[in-house]
């Protein structure tokens, strides 16, 4: 699959919520992009980085392989951790950000059952990721006015 680069405009959008009966029609999408995932070495993907508008991703850290749909964050630690993350649709550019350290996300696995999971660490980083791409966030819009348009500068150049 294709990768949206940064600068395409479904990157900037709001995705839809995934219906129930429609899980089970996504399941080919879902294996290609978890394919694309670790082609590319990355740690999660989120369906609008393939040009799909809607509210899931695929993510896998330390072995672990999640595809979590209508993912929401019910809970975040107070105490915020700063890390460096990458993006498939960003190549080349990483960037050190603060975010909550721990977080509770409930979310439909791949049969519609409702879950619940606790993450923490580098998880609890690849999640709050990739559902900012969810909402048209990237990691960029993160980042403070000054650091932004001083990469989006750099980013024009190369
Ligand atoms: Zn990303």
């Not at 508008?53 to 695929?58: A, D, E, G």
């Not at 580098?122 to 990691?139: C, N, S, T, W, Y």
């Amino acid at each position: 699959m294709i990768i949206k680069r940064y600068g395409d405009k479904i990157l900037k959008q709001k995705c839809v919520p995934v219906a129930k009966e429609e899980l089970l029609t996504l399941d080919g999408l879902v294996e290609e992009m978890i394919k694309t995932m670790r082609a590319n070495k990355g740690a999660g993907l989120a369906a609008p980085q393939v040009g799909v508008k809607k509210r899931f991703f695929v993510a896998e850290v330390d072995g672990d392989l999640r595809v979590l749909f209508n993912p929401k964050i019910t809970k975040k630690s107070r105490k915020k951790v700063e890390m460096e993350e990458g993006c498939l649709s960003l190549p080349g550019v990483f960037i050190f950000l603060e975010r909550p350290d721990k977080i509770e996300i409930e979310f439909l696995d791949r049969q519609g059952k409702k879950c619940q999971i606790k993450a923490s660490g580098l998880p609890a980083r690849v999640f709050q990721h990739e559902i900012d791409h969810l909402d048209g966030k990237m990691m960029i819009d993160r980042l403070g006015l000054l650091l932004r348009l001083k990469l989006k500068k750099s980013l024009k150049k190369s």
